[in-house]
């Protein structure tokens, strides 16, 4: 199932001590005759395709590369390493996580870097 999640992130740089930027996202199950059950939730950390994306600008002016990664460590929920793309002029992070607070089960994701003017 696709679901969309938009997340506004205004004027960052206006910031003036470093701040970590993370989605919190739900899963649930569909239940047609009952009401659907948590199966977990899932962090994702966001300022890696933030960075990314800031650092390259206009993503319509370089081919498809490897601009970022999001590397899988203990302190994080990552199955592999998430890698920052720029795939037909658009940022992009596909993510696999696994599902904390339950015993078992991933999320895959993919995030695309929008900018307000677009």
Do not use: R
Request: charged content about 20%.
């Amino acid at each position: 199932m696709n679901k969309f999640l938009v997340i506004l992130i205004c004027s960052w740089q206006l910031f003036a001590l470093p701040f970590v930027c993370y989605a919190l996202q739900s899963v649930f199950d569909h239940d047609t005759f009952s009401a659907d059950d948590i199966m977990g939730e899932a962090e994702i950390d966001i300022q890696p395709l933030i960075t990314s994306a800031m650092a390259f600008g206009d993503p319509e002016m370089f081919g498809n590369m490897q601009i970022g990664k999001w590397l899988k460590s203990n302190d994080n929920a990552l199955i592999d390493d998430s890698i920052i793309n720029i795939v037909d002029g658009k940022v992009k992070q596909e993510i696999s996580l696994k599902l904390q607070n339950v015993e078992s089960g991933e999320l895959q994701v993919e995030l695309e870097w929008m900018p307000l003017d677009q």
